[in-house]
């Protein structure tokens, strides 16, 4: 079994920017990875996906904020996130996309002021 544990989050101010780290235990280089989110009171959505040959796809309200790469080397995704808005906020997860999940990691807190 896979474990994943992701790292980066922050408290920022809004327009700032992070940069989030998602470590896998096993080599996940023939995997389609994403990110996902967590609000409060809301459902965990996908954000971001990137494909095992590097193909990113975004949801529609990241678009040309968020950046996601991985190195498949170091069996690690990544996101960037710049222009971050307060609706940013929120437990950042990564998993498998399109696949089984794996066993979910503990996630990294987004908390992003006005």
């Known amino acids: 079994q896979v474990l994943l544990v992701e790292s980066g989050g922050g408290a920022v101010q809004a327009g700032g920017s992070l940069r989030l780290s998602c470590a896998a235990s096993?080599?996940?280089?023939?995997?389609?990875m994403g990110w996902y989110r967590q609000a409060p009171g809301r459902e965990r959505e996908l954000v971001a996906a990137?494909?095992?040959?590097?193909?990113?796809m975004y949801i529609e309200s990241v678009k040309g904020r968020f950046t996601i790469s991985r190195d498949n080397a170091k069996n690690t995704v990544y996101l960037r996130m710049g222009s971050l808005q307060p609706e940013d906020t929120a437990i950042y997860y990564c998993?498998?996309?399109?696949?089984?999940?794996?066993?979910w990691g503990p996630g990294t807190q987004v908390t992003i002021s006005s």
């Open positions: 998993n498998n996309y399109g696949a089984y999940p794996f066993l």
């Open positions: 096993g080599t996940i280089g023939l995997n389609a």
């Open positions: 990137i494909s095992n040959g590097g193909s990113p």
